[in-house]
């Protein structure tokens, strides 16, 4: 599981050094839609320490995410060159900031609505940027740029969703969210899988994170064993890494 997520996180490296070096918008429209799927594995990973989920390697993943976070800020100055571009991006750092104090901070349940609430901040400025560059692209990959990079944002928002309430964060929107992230995951994985001009290869991919989906989908289903939390950590990072080569094969001219 360590050598999976190392790979996952080297194919968001693979995706921040392409950006840096040619800027092209679905390339921006990437990184802006990393920052919607790094607000909610800051979150999952930070509830996974709290319950002892692999506790090294969440705290890890808390870390590079973080890390993460910030360098995409930096690469995505230059790339908002518009008047809204710029105005969603100061919302981004303005969300960025609370939350990134309540994860660095002692990691106590008491504060875990708390911190998914600042997530959610993060969250919406992340995809109010990403919809801002989407909107202003001229690149007809862009659209499944956005699309296929929301799915890595789901994954994690799934298992975050799953570990807040095994730590004994419940709410209604919480239970909702469950099922929303599922039907919404769904339909746009079936859009893509429909989309005329898949190559073999993204049509092979997306076949490989259709079976993991339904994998992780039908592991989230049997509740109660506490087992079940390290199963579903690693089924959902096993659907961010395939979502994230998705990703990067739409972004190929």
């Not at 950590?233 to 990067?248: F, I, K, P, Q, S």
């Amino acid at each position: 599981m360590v050598q999976s997520i190392i790979r996952t996180m080297g194919l968001l490296l693979l995706g921040l050094g392409i950006a840096q070096a040619q800027g092209t918008e679905p390339e921006a429209i990437n990184l802006a839609g990393q920052q919607r799927m790094l607000s909610q594995r800051v979150v999952k990973s930070w509830v996974q320490i709290g319950l002892n989920v692999q506790p090294a390697l969440s705290k890890r993943q808390l870390d590079e995410s973080i890390r993460r976070f910030e360098q995409n800020l930096r690469v995505l100055e230059p790339m908002a060159n518009t008047p809204e571009a710029r105005a969603a991006l100061g919302g981004l750092h303005l969300a960025w900031a609370p939350l990134r104090t309540s994860v660095l901070g002692v990691i106590r349940q008491s504060d875990a609505s708390l911190v998914d609430a600042r997530a959610e901040d993060v969250l919406m400025a992340a995809e109010r940027l990403t919809r801002t560059l989407q909107d202003q692209a001229t690149t007809p990959a862009s659209r499944w740029v956005n699309l296929a990079g929301r799915q890595r944002m789901l994954s994690q928002r799934l298992v975050k969703t799953y570990m807040l309430r095994q730590w004994g964060v419940d709410s209604a929107r919480l239970r909702d969210e469950l099922e929303s992230v599922q039907n919404e995951f769904s339909g746009a994985l079936a859009g893509m899988q429909q989309r005329s001009g898949n190559s073999a290869e993204l049509t092979e991919e997306l076949d490989k994170l259709a079976l993991q989906w339904e994998w992780l989908r039908t592991a989230l289903a049997t509740e109660g064993a506490e087992s079940f939390r390290l199963i579903l950590a690693e089924g959902g990072d096993a659907v961010l890494e395939l979502a994230n080569e998705v990703t990067r094969l739409y972004q190929q001219p």
